[in-house]
């Protein structure tokens, strides 16, 4: 199973990004998916879930700007983000539960200017 990040970059504040992350592999039944994000120095935070069926959570600081969703069909996951800021400064990682199974992709790191 692999997991492959992409869409990040440098962005100024108030600006917007795209993160897709693709599974591939001997996946089956994904569970869960979710993005977690990593700033320098700081333990690595939840971010965003989304869960069969289409429930959805985010962290109190994203809530309002960002928005997870999937399609299924392609077992990919992905983070909508709007009027980003310097703080969502991190690296970026997805991971999914998969048949008692939790992969997690490589990090795409995003910067946001002020």
């Known amino acids: 199973v692999q997991l492959q990040a992409s869409g990040g970059g440098l962005v100024q504040a108030g600006g917007s990004l795209r993160l897709s992350c693709a599974a591939s592999?001997?996946?089956?039944?994904?569970?869960?998916m979710r993005w977690y994000r990593q700033a320098p120095g700081k333990q690595r935070e939840l971010v965003a879930g989304?869960?069969?069926?289409?429930?959805?959570n985010y962290a109190d600081s994203v809530k309002g700007r960002f928005t997870i969703s999937r399609d299924n069909a392609k077992n990919t996951v992905y983070l909508q983000m709007n009027s980003l800021k310097p703080e969502d400064t991190a690296v970026y990682y997805c991971?999914?539960?998969?048949?008692?199974?939790?992969?997690w992709g490589q990090g795409t790191q995003v910067t946001v200017s002020s």
């Open positions: 592999g001997s996946i089956f039944d994904i569970s869960a």
């Open positions: 989304i869960i069969i069926g289409g429930t959805t």
């Open positions: 991971n999914i539960d998969s048949w008692g199974h939790r992969y």
